[in-house]
């Protein structure tokens, strides 16, 4: 995730498009460490979202608005005394750096015209809005920096803003091929590390993109460059820099399935594994990625007692079924002991009494074999322990086959569950997946009232064709699909041999159209362990011939008849009506 200098970029030349003009109608500081600008110019009223916040550095159009304070803190006061109803002069961005400086127009106590900067700073921990006169001395901002602080620049009222030297970096926008290969070849460091160390506004992200578009392994030595590999890297760099000065930018968000990785304002090459979601402006990006990652992370830290339980469960289990394997392995030598106690009952009055063992023919395999003898037992006591080891064995075996089975019907079932925990979207679906582990007796039941919450639903997506297709977010709801839900022309799909969703296809003939099928198989890869896969093997047949085995845990299924197509994990063309 690199809101680096390009993206800045790309953000100051999409805001001097959108508000060069605009007047600031009002201002508002929701949070201690941002701004809500509400503009209004040519293109209609507009929010400038502006945050300083040590993990999350953000400025960026939205829709959204956000409740303020009964009382403004003291920044947002000065700000609206001085450039309320202020007009935007430009955005514009100095030297590639991850600062936006927005000059402002506005009319002074007497009347007469002055000019202001409004300066956000997006640098992680040290991100800041610095509010100065055209002179550059700070009036105000929004956070205080001391010498106390930093000893490399004070943000204090009164004292001169500037902008704290990158040593030993240059601005990218002014390289030319062959000051590249000088700056960049000698370095005694990785390719990409020397690339972003050497430049203002490129970060890690796009020093390994620029590599992998010129063949080269970001984390090979400078040394290890070819002549030509050189030229063709700084012939990359240098057109990327001139899509940047042309404003040729190409905003896109990248995700892995469901969720968003990254973000860029150009194209990566180098996730091509991921599906590319090109968006209409920087903004987009940043709104969407930013409120879809945090949605994903809070559910993640959601569903972190969920996932403690499935997890200890699935360790514990997946320990007790290599044990009880290793104890059925073991039992495999019961036979011996049988031949050995038949052959000594066979051949015990030739025994010398005290020997330790004796050669016989063993009639099964007409080989000489050598039995060992306890020399304190006679014949029929050494024959009457290997018959009582043989039958302990044999029980041994016997239950162990259960019990194995028992075991590896627990971890796929739990297996199940974190599937659906890794797909789980609400608090609702969280809510339902804790039933099952309840009903299961993986969590105990707590007395008391139950809190009324929204129930979960299964997807609802409408193929091409017009099919109503539903896909189960858990065990409860595969069940609810499968065997209440549907009737028995409808066609059910499943993941061959993996954890994965119930995907249900309505049709009251049995009869669908190739595409349907195609699309039905894509979301049952999409919704099972295999997602990250090009390819998923897919089961499917007509519901009445799915069965539930009796006392079969939530989720599980029987069929015999049933046809196989690969599907392709890929979904973004199927409609979603819900869920």
């Known amino acids: 995730m690199a809101l680096d200098g390009i993206v800045v970029a790309n953000l100051a030349y999409d805001l001097n498009k959108e508000l060069s003009g605009a007047r600031i109608s009002k201002i508002a500081q929701p949070e201690t460490d941002e701004l809500l600008l509400t503009l209004k110019g040519q293109n209609g009223q507009r929010r400038l979202l502006l945050s300083a916040g040590a993990s999350l550095p953000l400025a960026y159009l939205t829709e959204q608005n956000k409740p303020s304070p009964m009382t403004a803190p003291n ?92 040593e030993g970096k240059k601005s990218p926008l002014t390289e030319t091929a062959d000051g590249f290969m000088k700056t960049i070849s000698q370095k005694p460091s990785a390719v990409s590390k020397a690339i972003y160390g050497s430049y203002t506004g490129i970060s890690p992200l796009i020093a390994n993109e620029l590599c992998y578009r010129a063949g080269i392994d970001g984390h090979a030595s400078c040394a290890s460059v070819t002549d030509r590999q050189w030229s063709v890297l700084a012939d990359g760099f240098c057109a990327a820099m001139t899509q940047i000065r042309e404003g040729g930018f190409e905003p896109h968000i990248y995700r892995k399935g469901n969720e968003p990785v990254e973000f860029s304002s150009l194209p990566l090459y180098s996730y091509a594994d991921c599906n590319d979601e090109p968006c209409a402006s920087v903004s987009a990006v940043l709104e969407s990625f930013y409120a879809e990652k945090n949605a994903y992370t809070r559910m993640r830290q959601k569903s972190a007692d969920l996932r403690h339980i499935v997890s200890t469960h699935l360790e514990r289990n997946r320990k007790k079924y290599d044990l009880q394997v290793k104890q059925l392995k073991d039992t495999k030598k019961r036979e011996k002991y049988r031949i050995y106690g038949e052959l000594i009952h066979t051949y015990g009055y030739q025994v010398p009494e005290g020997s330790k063992s004796f050669e016989a023919l063993n009639y099964y395999t007409d080989e000489m074999i050598r039995i060992p003898l306890d020399p304190d037992l006679t014949p029929q006591e050494n024959a009457k322990k290997y018959f009582d080891r043989y039958g302990k064995l044999k029980r041994t075996n016997e239950a162990m086959t259960g019990l194995i089975e028992e075991t590896r019907m627990e971890i796929e079932h739990l297996d199940s569950v974190a599937a659906a925990l890794d797909i789980a979207g609400s608090e609702a679906d969280l809510s339902q997946i804790r039933e099952e582990l309840v009903q299961s007796g993986y969590i105990r039941q707590k007395s008391g009232r139950k809190k009324q919450q929204q129930k979960s639903r299964p997807w609802h997506y409408r193929s091409t064709d017009g099919f109503d297709i539903y896909v189960g977010k858990n065990n409860l709801q595969n069940d609810e699909l499968t065997f209440r839900f549907s009737e028995g022309n409808d066609w059910w799909f499943h993941a061959k041999q993996m954890p994965g969703s119930h995907v249900l296809v309505k049709t009251k003939t049995g009869e669908l159209p190739d595409r349907t099928f195609e699309e039905a198989a894509a979301l049952a890869a999409f919704y099972s362990r295999g997602r990250e896969s090009e390819k998923v093997e897919i089961d499917y047949l007509q519901k009445k011939n799915v069965k539930k085995p009796n006392k079969g845990r939530p989720g599980f299924v029987i069929y015999y008849t049933n046809y196989s197509m690969v599907g392709i994990p890929d979904i973004s063309a199927i409609e979603l009506i819900s869920g």
């Open 75 to 166: 920044f947002c006061m000065l700000l609206r005394k001085h450039i309320a109803n202020g007009r935007i002069l430009s955005v514009t961005q100095p030297s590639m750096e991850r600062i936006l400086v927005f000059e402002v127009e506005h009319l002074d106590d007497l009347g007469d015209l002055c000019k202001k900067k409004l300066i956000v700073e997006l640098m992680g921990k040290h991100s800041n809005i610095i509010f100065t006169d055209d002179q550059d001395k700070i009036l105000d901002s929004i956070k205080h920096i001391s010498t106390q602080i930093s000893s490399v620049r004070e943000v204090l009222p009164g004292r001169p803003y500037f902008i704290p030297a990158q």
